[in-house]
């Protein structure tokens, strides 16, 4: 989203008067069943660097509460997301090069869990870019290293510091950015790990880190039992809606904000009317 567009979203969010309210209390108001159509809850994944620049300061000038979901591995060794910039690479490489026969996105999932083995055997950052510029190479993708790198950083922990010291709520997202088979032990060990981590880098008691988000919105319910031991209070998913009363707290749904939906399209997903007409839809779609 271009910084324009973001902007004028919140405009909007203020002109159209919704009440933005701290995660935190949206939480409390949905489970007591007295959250009014017109408030809403403004949350943010993962912490680029984009976003510590241009979007948390903005946020704070107006006085508008924020919550920052920040996966903490790649924000304290200063490294690029691997996960999500060897998706955009094998993306990019298969609309590119489109290899005549094989099989779509299930090759580029294969892929995509090879290149992710070859850079995770270093942990040591030169030989992991080394790795990167043979893989960029070998795929033939026109892109450099450097802008690469760039773009998918996150913000340092001083930067998540000093943006929690200025109100911005910084909440859960796991430690390397997933939640691997979804089984009990790796998905504590990701949050815990990522509480530990934030806890320490901004102060704060662990108990105050109770939101979370899950990593590229892939979740079952089989997690639900571990968020519950953990004291989490709510997870956010990608599955887009609004919560009526009653909606799971670990099953929340988001409106996906992004540049191609336009202000109408934003304000028919507020208003709930998008959901009523997606549930239309499914009502009336011809069974085969
Ligand atoms: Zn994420």
Same mark, same amino acid.
């Given at each position: 989203?271009?910084? %324009?567009?973001?902007?004028?979203?919140?405009?909007?969010?203020?002109?159209?008067?919704?009440?933005?309210?701290?995660? @935190?209390?949206?939480?409390?108001?949905?489970?007591?069943?007295?959250?009014?159509?017109?408030?809403?809850?403004?949350?943010?994944?993962?912490?680029?660097? $984009?976003?510590?620049?241009?979007?948390?300061?903005?946020?704070?000038?107006?006085?508008?509460?924020?919550? +920052?979901?920040?996966?903490?591995?790649?924000?304290?060794?200063?490294?690029?997301? #691997?996960?999500?910039?060897?998706?955009?690479?094998?993306?990019?490489?298969?609309? !590119?090069?489109?290899?005549?026969?094989? =099989? =779509?996105?299930?090759?580029?999932?294969?892929?995509?869990?090879?290149?992710? $083995?070859?850079?995770?055997?270093? %942990?040591?950052?030169? /030989?992991?870019?080394?790795?990167?510029?043979?893989?960029?190479?070998? #795929?033939?993708?026109?892109?450099?290293?450097? @802008?690469?790198?760039?773009?998918?950083?996150?913000?340092?922990?001083?930067?998540?510091?000093?943006?929690?010291?200025?109100?911005?709520?910084?909440? #859960?997202?796991?430690?390397?950015?997933?939640?691997?088979?979804?089984?009990?032990?790796?998905?504590?060990?990701?949050?815990?790990?990522?509480? &530990?981590?934030?806890?320490?880098?901004?102060?704060?008691?662990? /108990?105050? #880190?109770?939101?979370?988000?899950?990593?590229?919105?892939?979740?079952?319910?089989?997690?639900?039992?571990?968020?519950?031991?953990?004291?989490?209070?709510?997870?956010?998913?990608?599955?887009? =809606?609004?919560?009526?009363?009653?909606?799971?707290?670990?099953?929340?749904?988001?409106?996906? @904000?992004?540049?191609?939906?336009?202000?109408?399209?934003? !304000?028919?997903? +507020?208003?709930?009317?998008?959901?009523?007409? &997606?549930?239309?839809? /499914?009502?009336?779609?011809?069974?085969?």
């Amino acid at each position: 989203m271009s910084e %324009k567009t973001f902007h004028e979203r919140l405009d909007f969010l203020e002109r159209a008067g919704y009440r933005v309210l701290p995660l @935190d209390e949206a939480i409390d108001r949905h489970r007591a069943g007295t959250i009014q159509p017109d408030e809403v809850a403004v949350t943010i994944d993962d912490g680029w660097r $984009g976003t510590g620049e241009v979007m948390l300061p903005e946020f704070v000038r107006r006085k508008m509460p924020a919550t +920052l979901y920040v996966t903490t591995y790649y924000v304290a060794n200063e490294q690029p997301v #691997l996960n999500v910039l060897v998706r955009y690479l094998v993306e990019r490489w298969s609309r !590119e090069q489109p290899q005549p026969g094989t =099989g =779509g996105a299930a090759e580029e999932e294969r892929r995509i869990t090879e290149l992710l $083995g070859r850079l995770r055997r270093d %942990k040591a950052w030169p /030989a992991r870019a080394r790795e990167l510029s043979r893989i960029v190479e070998e #795929l033939g993708v026109n892109v450099s290293v450097v @802008d690469l790198c760039n773009a998918f950083r996150l913000m340092t922990s001083g930067d998540v510091r000093a943006a929690s010291e200025h109100g911005i709520d910084v909440q #859960l997202h796991t430690h390397t950015h997933s939640l691997h088979d979804q089984t009990a032990a790796p998905v504590r060990r990701e949050i815990a790990t990522n509480r &530990q981590v934030l806890a320490d880098m901004l102060s704060t008691p662990e /108990a105050r #880190l109770r939101h979370f988000c899950y990593p590229s919105g892939v979740y079952s319910e089989a997690v639900f039992p571990v968020l519950r031991e953990l004291n989490v209070r709510s997870a956010t998913t990608t599955e887009v =809606g609004i919560n009526p009363p009653g909606a799971h707290p670990y099953a929340l749904k988001r409106i996906l @904000d992004c540049e191609s939906m336009s202000e109408i399209e934003l !304000e028919a997903h +507020l208003s709930g009317f998008m959901s009523i007409a &997606q549930k239309a839809r /499914a009502l009336f779609r011809p069974r085969a």
